[in-house]
């Protein structure tokens, strides 16, 4: 038995750095871009963004869930895709504004982790996921048109011509209605992107205030502050997850007297 849970705290560490590696690699993809370009920084982000399947799969599937983990990775994808999005915006103003729709979602993580230390996945976050995705995938990859070519002619994939592709969005009708001078398909997708980051902004915000009507309200007098052992104890502890996912995060660090 003490074996077996040797084992699983091994394995909570190595998913808990995994999640943390894409927090800090998602800083890298500043420099990488602007050393080795919008090629280079695409397979970069495309293999931070795999670490997040791996993680949340394997950590549901076998049941070593911690509150550090689940902190670690709501941090993680929102640094993430800020990040992306700010290269993006370098480039493209349009994505500026989900650039900042990001920035005050996180915000409301942050402010939400105050009141109630889980924020529980919604549907509504989960279909922002896919526009997000894919408008920062291609978005970055049609910075540098040419050395997609030429990585795919590389590898043996014959691409005469990937500029019709923008060639196509810059008569497209889409680009008409909204009146945004589009150059790239990156900037069309765009649009439905900053439209479900409205759409979680305010379902997020709801929710946040309704958490905050019902917070969980405890005596100080009551608790003690855990030693750094307790802590760490705690947040590596699935059952302590599961029991304690809905309460304000600061109680993680505080324990009821004797």
């Known amino acids: 038995m003490k074996t077996k849970k040797i084992k699983k705290l091994k394995l909570k ?28 920084t695409s397979i970069t982000m495309a293999g931070l963004a795999l670490t997040d399947f791996i993680d949340g799969k394997m950590a ?27 290269i993006l915006a370098l480039a493209n103003p349009i994505f500026i504004v989900p650039l900042l729709c990001e920035t005050t979602i996180g915000l409301i993580n942050v402010l ?15 279909i922002k996921m896919w526009p997000l995705s894919i408008g920062v995938t291609l978005g970055m990859l049609s910075l540098d048109i040419p050395g997609l070519r030429d990585m795919l002619n590389a590898i043996g994939i ?29 900037n069309v997708l765009a649009v439905p992107i900053i439209l479900c980051e409205l759409i979680v902004i305010v379902d997020y915000g709801y929710r946040l205030i309704n958490v905050k009507k019902d917070k969980v309200v405890f005596d100080e007098k009551k608790y003690d502050k855990k030693h750094l052992k307790e802590v760490l104890y705690d947040v590596l502890d699935t059952d302590y997850y599961y029991a304690n996912k809905d309460k304000p995060l600061k109680l993680v660090l505080k324990k009821e007297k004797n």
């Open 158 to 186: 014959s691409v005469p011509r990937i500029s019709f592709i923008t060639d196509f969005i810059n008569n497209n009708l889409l680009a008409k209605l909204v009146n945004v001078p589009i150059g790239e398909i990156a």
């Open 13 to 40: 560490i190595i998913l808990n750095t995994l999640t943390a590696l894409r927090g800090i690699g998602a800083i890298f993809l500043i420099p990488i871009y602007l050393t080795y370009g919008a090629i280079v």
């Open 60 to 86: 549901r599937g076998l049941h070593i869930e911690t509150m550090l983990g689940s902190f670690l990775d709501v941090m993680a994808d929102k640094l993430l895709g800020i990040v992306c999005l700010g």
């Open 112 to 126: 939400h982790y105050k009141y109630n230390s889980v924020l529980k996945s919604r549907m509504t976050g989960k």
